[in-house]
DNA sequence: ATAAAAATGGACTTAATAGTCCTAAATTGT
DNA sequence: ACAATTTAGGACTATTAAGTCCATTTTTAT
């Protein structure tokens, strides 16, 4: 039985799905540790136990299989975050999703930082179809927490006229910029302050609103 | 007239000074736009204009320079942000600094994102030394934050048992989340809405504190 | 069962990059 | 002014990493 192959429209029987799985896993894992530049095709073939001619056979070069982890990381994360924050509708479930993620990063003292932000980070500016696999995986990312925000507003934790998109977006900035800060101090704590900041201000917006509403929202000037 | 280097203490001239400072600056420049990885030290020869044995007397090899930019990156934008923040002392003051600094980026459409912050995660899990340069030189940029807080508190901006620190970290990691998501969408928009949503966090302590809850704190931008 | 197609292994080639070395020129302090 | 020292120039080497090639094995579909 063989299925198409997405990317390039060439078959691939299960096994060798299974060895282009396996590379990408691999690169992801070494690219995630050592970031881009210092992962070379040796270590993925070794850490892989993988042929270069196989890896050449699956992928066209270090670039297209960046990009393949590119998606393979993105789509571990959105597959997590799906499972965190799927169902969370309170300010105490977003809570709990916090607690995890610092937790998490606690265990490596902050080290290697937020798996799709530091290879967001270090590819951007040199290949522009990884540029933009990982800004449309940030968007799906952010999707997830609009969602939480969205049941968080029709549960009346959140006003109505709150801007769920902008306050996703200043979450996922809290969340990233604290993944950096923590990776550069090798110490969680500012990780769990920036986000803890981000999440503050998202339950203030509830405490103010209840039962006084005396005067609209006044635009502020940008 | 000679003096002290203060890396290895070799003497420089003035003339040697000034050609470290070249080698340094261009790769700095490089750096910002490439990444370390992508930057070779033939790039670094040709933008410089000097010869590989300078660089070579100058540097011990491409980590050592990759650390002497860093410090070079670093000491640019404290100086930068000392001359921004060293007198703010107002929320207005505030919001015309992340003007600036938005605006600035807009300029390059949030490519390359923070030069000390794209630097820095870049260089956090390969190289200690470099790691702990840049972990030092954000303290000493959130420091200028904490003091603008610090002024905003003794003006009454904002309450008295406010935690300046976490807020100048969540400040910070909005920042630098924000630059990072930029560079990624190649868009200003995320990072103006992170640090806005900072800005809108620091800006509501004060207004429900005065006891005078007239609006929500709800951030109208982007 | 078997021919065709796909997948694999690993040696080989080429290109690039970090780092070395030696000669020449310029600068400094006395 | 000049000897000592520093700075500059650039060819050369060694190493590393990307990418190629082809013979062999395995799998697939009929």
Redesign the pocket.
């Known amino acids: 039985?063989?299925t198409l192959?997405a990317r390039n429209g060439?078959?691939?029987?299960?096994?060798?799905?299974?060895?282009?799985a396996r590379i990408v896993a691999a690169a992801a894992d070494l690219i995630n540790v050592q970031g881009v530049g210092?992962?070379?095709?040796?270590?993925?073939i070794l850490a892989s136990?993988?042929?270069?001619?196989?890896?050449?056979?699956?992928f066209?070069?270090?670039?297209a299989?960046v990009r393949a982890v590119v998606d393979h990381v993105g789509e571990r994360i959105i597959q997590r975050e799906r499972d965190a924050l799927g169902h969370v509708s309170t300010i105490q479930g977003l809570r709990r999703w916090r607690d995890a993620l610092v937790q998490n990063n606690a265990l490596r003292h902050g080290a290697y930082g937020c798996a799709l932000g530091s290879l967001a980070s270090e590819v951007s500016d040199q290949d522009d179809a990884a540029r933009r696999a990982a800004s449309q995986l940030f968007i799906e990312w952010q999707e997830l927490l609009a969602g939480v925000l969205h049941r968080l507003q029709d549960g009346g934790a959140l006003p109505p006229e709150a801007s769920i998109d902008q306050l996703a977006t200043g979450l996922m900035g809290a969340l990233q910029g604290g993944y950096m800060l923590a990776q550069t101090a090798r110490d969680v704590t500012p990780m769990a302050t920036s986000i803890d900041m981000a999440l503050a201000h998202i339950e203030s917006l509830h405490k103010h609103e209840v039962g006084q509403r005396q005067r609209p929202a006044v635009e502020q000037v940008q």
């Open positions: 039985m063989t192959d060439r078959r691939l029987t299960a096994r060798g799905e299974k060895t282009r210092a992962t070379t095709l040796d270590d993925v136990g993988v042929s270069k001619s196989q890896l050449y056979h699956h066209a070069g270090k670039d299989l």
